[in-house]
Structure formats: structure tokens, C-alpha cells
């Protein structure tokens, strides 16, 4: 993204010192059109985007729907243009073509999304010689918040990502994670509507990841927020819906069961018994049973692949109260009574081999 994205952002720190004043007068003439956005279902609306640099496109015909207070995915490997994607939304860049609604608004309407649109970019730098609390709450007065707020707006946020130590801090002065969570409570200051997280959680530990994943849950809802990671599991266990991305192109994109298939099959990891004489295999240890298996009522397909050591099983959901969860019970009970090794079930394929399915082709 870069130029055109760091010269929005250097754009928007010019406004300077009659910020306030502005803000106030933007407040007043967005009261006045009253417009009920913040209500609608969809919060982004994303219809035939393209964007090309160059003679490549970066990202190539483009359609999501983005429901408000849901958490979203953008998922895809490197290149596939999910930082482009974000730039767009975020206002950074403006499309080569098709259109981008947040909140009822083109991106590029700075003033009325003001304070209501809050972005962690992918690169994001931090003014290296400013103190965390002056750059919050220079960030607090761009988001519109009165200056009499700012500071304590800057501190809550601040504290949502566990930095409350940091206020006096040099930014030139952090680690990679620690200015990450930095920015992260940049993103979140002011409670914005809309939130645009690119890779919140690269370069961080695992405990401050998994926090900063308490945090994306714990704001659902409240706002919606849009995620990118190469984390699959995480983007798994904190999103609602996803898209998956492909050099440009959209390949997927639905909730996270749909994606994962989790509402069709089950699969249980049961590893292959050695090959030849049984050596090493415990007592009575067999084969999944295919045939009772098979017979089961709302069981549509069983395979087991011997390679991978997993046994999949499609039902059919359509029928009344049939679901995931009793199609494992059901399939458990015959692996158990055949004294059947298991040594994991998951519901649907997984969103990591559902990406590799889409994306990994030359
Ligand atoms: N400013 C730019 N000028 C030229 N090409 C660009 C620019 N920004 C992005 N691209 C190209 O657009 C494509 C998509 O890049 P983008 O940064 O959106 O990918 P990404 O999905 O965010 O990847 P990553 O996972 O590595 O962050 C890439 O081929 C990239 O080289
Ligand atoms: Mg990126």
C-alpha cells in the first residue's frame, strides 16, 4: 500500500491545531443529516472492486457483504491483496474501479467517518520521538474526541491492551509488540463502529496474542471488526465469516461453518495401524468399521483415508435434529466398541485445509 496510504495518513495529521474547532462543526453538520447508518445491517458493502498498480491487479473484481457487529476474516497468502483490501476500506487508496460503502459512506469521506472508523494498518510506524500518551491522545483529537476527553479516552485504550505503563514512554523506545499494542489501542480509541485490524497479532507472544484475541471477541457485537492473519486457527476461533483471497480474487467467502464445511461432515483422526505383521499395535486395536458406520441413519457418505489416518463422515443436516454433534456421538460409540484407536474429531475440514484447497495452486 504504501504511498498513497502513508500520504492519507500524513494528510490527516496536518489538520493541525483547529482540529477541535473543526471537529465540533463536522459533529453539528453530521447531527444535522441524521442519517440512521450505524443501524443497518451491513456495515461494509464492498461491489466489484478492483484496484490495479500498474498493469497488475492488485485486487480484481472484488464483492463482499460485511455484517454490522460481526467479526470478519480476510483471509489469503501473501500477495493475495488483503492489505489492499484494508487501504480501500480504511479511505487510503481509492478503487481503479467499482464502489466500497463503510457505514453508509465512500471511504474517502473522512469527515463523516470520522470517529467512527478506527484502523490498524499492516506497517504501521510510530512517531518515534513522541511519549505513547501524546501520540493517543493526539490521535484522540483527529478521532474528534473534545480535548477535555483525550486524555482519559488515551489511557482507557491504552489499558485495553495492557500498556497502562507505557504512557511516558519514548515510541521509538518499544519493542515490535509492544508498539503493535500501541497502535492497537489507536484502532480502538473512541469506540469506533467500524474497526480494520491488518495481522493484530504478527510478531506478538502467544499470551499477548491470545489476549488480543479476548479483545477482538469481547468488542464483537459492540462493532464490527474486520481481521486479517495468517494465524488460521485464530481467524477460526474469533470470526464469524471470512473471504479468502487469491491473487486478488475472491475464492470463498461465507460464515466460518460454511467455509469449514463444520454443518456437512466430521472427521475423526484414527491413526493407521502398521503396515505387516501387527507389531507394536495395541490389543484388539481395528480398523473403523465402514459398514456399520455406513448404516447409520443420517450418515450420507463415510470414507476412510488410510494416508492420512482420518475417517470422514458426511451427514445430512436437512433431516430434523440431526447436527454435528450427534452424528460424532453416534460414530464414537461404534469406533469405541470396535476398541477403535481415536486421537481427535473436528467438526468440518478445518479452515487451514480449506485455504490450502482454494489457494494452492501455481
Ligand atoms: N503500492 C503498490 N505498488 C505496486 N504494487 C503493489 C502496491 N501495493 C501492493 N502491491 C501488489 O499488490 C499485490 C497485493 O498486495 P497486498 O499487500 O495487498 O497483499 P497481502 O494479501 O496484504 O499480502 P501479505 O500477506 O504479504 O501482507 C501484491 O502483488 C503486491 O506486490
Ligand atoms: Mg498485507
Known amino acids: ?70 467479526v470478519f476474516g480476510l483471509i489469503g497468502p501473501n500477495g493475495a491483496g488483503k492489505t489492499t483490501t484494508f487501504s480501500m476500506m480504511a479511505g487510503y487508496l481509492n478503487p481503479s474501479s467499482g464502489s466500497i460503502d463503510v457505514l453508509g459512506f465512500s471511504p474517502d469521506r473522512v469527515e463523516d467517518l470520522r470517529g467512527k472508523l478506527g484502523v490498524l494498518p499492516q506497517d504501521a510506524l510510530l512517531p518515534a520521538n513522541d511519549r505513547v500518551g501524546e501520540f493517543l491522545v493526539d490521535m484522540a483529537r483527529l478521532q474528534g474526541i473534545a480535548s477535555k476527553d483525550a486524555t482519559r479516552r488515551a489511557k482507557d485504550a491504552l489499558e485495553e491492551v495492557d500498556g ?24 480502538l480509541l473512541g469506540d469506533p463502529k467500524v474497526v480494520l485490524l491488518d495481522e493484530p497479532t504478527a510478531g506478538l507472544d502467544p499470551r499477548i496474542a491470545y489476549e488480543v484475541r479476548q479483545i477482538i471477541k469481547g468488542r464483537k457485537g459492540r462493532c464490527t471488526l474486520v481481521v486479517s492473519s495468517h494465524n488460521l486457527s485464530e481467524l477460526e476461533e ?8 487469491d491473487r486478488g480474487r475472491l475464492m ?22 502398521p503396515a505387516g505383521p501387527i507389531l507394536g499395535a495395541p490389543e484388539g486395536a481395528a480398523k473403523p ?34 447436527d454435528a454433534e450427534l452424528v460424532i456421538g453416534a460414530v464414537l460409540w461404534i469406533l469405541v466398541q470396535q476398541r477403535v484407536r481415536i486421537s481427535g474429531v473436528t467438526k468440518g475440514r478445518g479452515l487451514e485445509q480449506r485455504v490450502m484447497d482454494l489457494t494452492d495452486k501455481p
Open 1 to 70: 500500500m504504501a504511498a498513497d496510504g502513508a500520504e492519507a495518513s500524513v494528510a490527516a495529521g496536518d489538520e493541525g491545531s483547529a482540529e477541535a474547532r473543526l471537529a465540533a462543526k463536522l459533529d453539528a453538520k453530521a447531527a444535522a443529516k441524521a442519517k440512521p447508518v450505524e443501524s443497518a445491517e451491513v456495515a461494509i458493502r464492498v461491489q466489484g472492486v478492483t484496484k490495479t498498480f500498474g498493469l497488475k491487479n492488485a485486487v480484481d473484481d472484488l464483492s463482499l457483504v460485511i455484517h454490522a457487529g460481526s
Open 164 to 187: 497502562q505503563t507505557w504512557w511516558g514512554v519514548r515510541c521509538g523506545a518499544l519493542s515490535h509488540g509492544m508498539a503493535k499494542r500501541v497502535q492497537l489501542a489507536q484502532a
Open 238 to 245: 474469533v470470526c464469524d465469516a471470512a473471504a479468502i483471497l
Open 252 to 273: 470463498a467467502s461465507g460464515t466460518m461453518s460454511e467455509l469449514t464445511a463444520a454443518t456437512e461432515e466430521v472427521r475423526f483422526k484414527v491413526p493407521p495401524l
Open 289 to 322: 468399521p465402514m459398514e456399520a458406520i455406513r448404516e447409520l441413519p443420517m450418515v450420507t457418505i463415510a470414507e476412510y483415508d488410510d494416508e492420512r489416518g482420518e475417517l470422514i463422515v458426511h451427514f445430512d443436516r436437512s433431516k430434523p435434529d440431526v
